[in-house]
């Protein structure tokens, strides 16, 4: 199992650009988040589904989208990326039963100009 | 999901056991506690879980106190790559419609020192 893989590791955008952060995972888990990470902080979670078809937002969604077509993956789109937006960007997953514990993606590095 | 309080830092001696409190006062009775560790800004590694008994795993011990109002974290022989963020988390079990999703606080920071 490849476990959880965001893609790209690392992105530069200008103000206004768009983009979508890729989030996949090979572990048949029903539970998949988004998380950023700003300097110094703890991570805060901007979006997060409970299975395909089903989202809702976390603290921070504002500026975010997300959809979850299918089981393995839970894309991030930026709309219209601001330089707040520049962060380290987690997306996770959990099994919806059995073992709970959550496991990350090694991060999205996002800076914007 | 309860509010956590952790100390921002602590430093452990390499070879020492490594305590890491925690404080959850407003816990929930079906709410449990879980660690979480990040290293060096890598995505953050579970580490344990626990509801309301002592738990222990290869990595560390968990301790919750009778109330469930606090818990502390043994690392019990800490090595220099256990320098991380620990974070401590309270949230509901599996089967609740909030379980994908994790609210992290600070942490603490733990620098093991030679």
């Known amino acids: 199992n490849a476990g959880v893989t965001q893609t790209p590791k690392f992105q530069v955008l200008k103000t206004g650009q768009s983009m979508t952060l890729q989030c996949a995972q090979d572990?048949?888990?029903?539970?998949m988040s988004w998380y950023r990470q700003d300097p110094g902080m703890g991570l805060r979670l901007i979006h997060y589904?409970?299975?395909?078809?089903?989202?809702d937002q976390g603290e921070v969604p504002n500026g975010y989208n997300v959809s979850r077509s299918t089981t393995e993956d839970f894309p991030l789109r930026l709309l219209s990326a601001a330089p707040s937006q520049t962060s380290v960007y987690f997306c996770a997953s959990s099994p919806g039963t059995g073992r709970t514990e959550a496991f990350f993606g090694q991060g999205t590095r996002l800076t914007v100009v | 999901d309860a509010k956590t309080t952790q100390p921002p830092s602590m430093d452990c001696a390499e070879g020492r056991a490594a305590n890491l409190p925690c404080n959850h006062s407003?816990?929930?009775?079906?709410?449990?506690v879980y660690w979480y560790r990040q290293i060096h800004s890598q995505g953050p590694q579970y580490i344990i879980h626990?509801?309301?008994n002592n738990e222990t795993n290869e990595m560390a011990s968990l301790i919750i106190t009778e109330d469930r109002k606090s818990s502390t974290l043994i690392l019990p022989h800490a090595t220099l790559r256990d320098t991380a963020v620990y974070y401590c988390?309270?949230?509901?079990?599996?089967?609740?419609?909030?379980?994908?999703?994790?609210?992290f606080g600070q942490g603490t920071t733990l620098q093991v020192k030679p």
């Open positions: 407003t816990i929930s009775g079906n709410e449990y």
């Open positions: 988390i309270v949230r509901v079990a599996h089967g609740s419609s909030n379980t994908g999703k994790l609210i």
């Open positions: 626990g509801l309301k």
């Open positions: 589904s409970v299975g395909a078809g089903i989202t």
């Open positions: 572990m048949n888990h029903e539970y």
